[in-house]
């Protein structure tokens, strides 16, 4: 069965869309992945200096943590590029969209958590002072919550109600 002109120009649309889309998501990975690494570099070589052996056990186990985070983050951002290589290297499937924007929005969310373990343990050590490191951390983790995953959250909403015919959706 031969589809018309209207449903061929969908179609390509609907491709042209979809090549938008995962182009864009493995983009981000790119411009992303190289601030995640040099933090883990920076986790790994802390190990290292003199004051890391000042740290209670509790805080090397908090540091250790944000090592494992970090690892992880850089494990989802590099999935879509995996991915995208072992499921169809020839082509763009539509799934890619998804799981590309899942992977992604995981992998923030253990940089998040990364990020903000380690403000807590820098603000401790600078400051002495437990309390403030956790005030600290705790405006940074809502800070990154607001900024990656709330504000664009409520904006989706908004776009998706003005803008349904423009964009093709991505299911999380």
Known sequence: MQMSAKEQSARKAENKQLKLCIEFIL??????????????????????????????????EIHLAAIFFTV???????????YHRITSPQSMPPE???????????????LMVSTTLDIYLVTKMILENMQVGIICSAVVLLFFSTVWYVYPIANRRDHDHHHSDVSTPVAL
């Open 27 to 60: 983009e981000e990975c790119r411009m992303i992945l190289p601030g995640v690494q040099a933090l883990f570099g920076f986790q790994l070589i802390a190990v290292f200096n003199q004051r890391f052996s000042d740290l209670s056990i509790y805080d090397k």
């Open 72 to 82: 992880a983050s850089v494990g989802l951002l590099m999935g879509p590029a995996a």
């Open 96 to 110: 890619l969209c998804t799981v590309g924007t899942r992977l992604v929005c995981a992998g923030m969310a253990m």
